[in-house]
């Protein structure tokens, strides 16, 4: 199962990497599209974001969500993001292997406070790729407000969606 997951992960990663070399660094940079003025890169920060807290967090058992390092770099430069994916999509590969017989301690902030649960590896990674699909998804809008026509088959869509309405961008 942990197998699945991390391919399913990398794959929408290497789909955003696709994007990202598809768009030019204005287009990636852009806040002009409401009611957010948030960018394609501000959306890639904040899904690494989420996944660098699990790394970091892993060996001591302690993943914050809400401990984001928030490095505007990764915001405003898409060849970082680019780099980043990549050693994300070998970083979670050594997973593969890794003992998860255990429960890690996940702390989120419920908009009424911090709180922590218990998840498995494979239950936060599961919920890291969803939380990066739906914020794909907002990048689809982005691109589509600023007239940028991208295809990525199944990109922003989760796979539940019918396939008939899957696009994608």
């Known amino acids: 199962m942990k197998k699945l997951i991390i391919s399913s992960i990398n794959h929408n990663l290497s789909s955003a990497i696709t994007l990202l070399k598809s768009i030019d660094s204005h287009i990636y940079c852009d806040t002009s599209v409401e009611p957010y003025c948030s960018s394609i890169g501000d959306h890639i920060r904040h899904t690494l974001d989420f996944f660098d807290c699990i790394i970091d967090g892993l060996d001591s058992n302690n993943i914050d969500l809400t401990a984001r390092k928030r490095d505007q ?80 088959p199944g990109f922003g869509y989760n796979p539940t969606t019918p396939i008939n309405k899957r696009e994608g961008i």
């Open 73 to 152: 770099v990764l915001s405003t430069n898409k060849d970082s993001a680019i780099n980043y994916m990549y050693e994300l999509q070998e970083t979670l590969l050594s997973y593969s292997t890794v003992n998860t017989d255990y429960l890690l301690h996940v702390t989120d902030h419920m908009g009424k406070g911090k709180v922590t649960v218990n998840y498995t590896l494979e239950s936060i990674l599961t919920h890291a790729n969803s939380h990066a699909v739906h914020h794909y998804a907002t990048i689809g809008y982005i691109l589509c407000q600023l007239g940028i026509e991208v295809k990525i």
